[in-house]
């Protein structure tokens, strides 16, 4: 007798908790889904982005093998030549050398070097997937930067850290720096 009523009362507590199991597995599909678009939209900027990096900036017409290999020496005067420009940029946009109490073309090139000299450097080195990425998503992004921030803005400087600091976030991200666990919360 007291076996039905274990078997009764088990009964009932399946029943009761399968609306659950179920409402537990639709919010999983819905998540599913959700990051299943996540990263289609992702693939598919990511497809935009690069046409548009190849377009203004395109690789060597030859399927010839990039030369800049790491620990090429190519490979390191690119790396020192963007970290420079960054450098120049940063006491240029800061009026630090050739200063002045107007917009001039020093400041004008300290606030672009990021984009005109330090990501193409980076870019032409043989590097991995993910940070060519990353400089892909930088040499569309960075423009816009420099142009929407001084409608609102109007600092070298600032543009100039803005650039820099998109750098460090676009590297983050692409590169995944923090870890896939650590985004996700686990």
């Known amino acids: 007798m007291q076996s039905r009523r274990w078997v009764g009362a088990r009964a009932e507590a399946d029943t009761e908790s399968a609306p659950e199991t179920t409402t537990e597995r639709g919010?999983?599909?819905?998540?599913g889904a959700d990051k299943a678009k996540g990263v289609a939209l992702d693939k598919e900027v990511s497809k935009v982005v690069r046409k548009t990096a190849a377009t203004f900036a395109p690789r060597a017409s030859t399927k010839s093998k990039n030369p800049?290999?790491?620990g090429t020496v190519l490979y390191t005067v690119f790396e020192v030549q963007a970290w420079l420009s960054i450098v120049a940029g940063f006491l240029l946009s800061y009026n630090l050398i050739f200063p002045s109490d107007r917009p001039d073309i020093a400041r004008l090139l300290g606030m672009w070097s990021v984009w005109m000299l330090a990501v193409p450097s980076l870019r032409a080195r043989d590097c991995s997937a993910p940070e060519k990425e990353a400089l892909n998503y930088l040499f569309v992004l960075i423009p816009v930067i420099n142009v929407l921030i001084p409608v609102f803005w109007k600092s070298?400087?600032?543009v100039f850290t803005a650039d820099c600091?998109?750098?460090?976030?676009?590297?983050a991200w692409k590169m995944e720096w923090f870890g896939k666990d650590e985004?996700?919360?686990t």
């Open 27 to 31: 919010a999983e599909e819905n998540q």
């Open 68 to 70: 800049a290999t790491q």
């Open 156 to 158: 070298f400087a600032g």
């Open 165 to 171: 600091i998109a750098m460090v976030a676009m590297y």
């Open 183 to 185: 985004a996700e919360g």
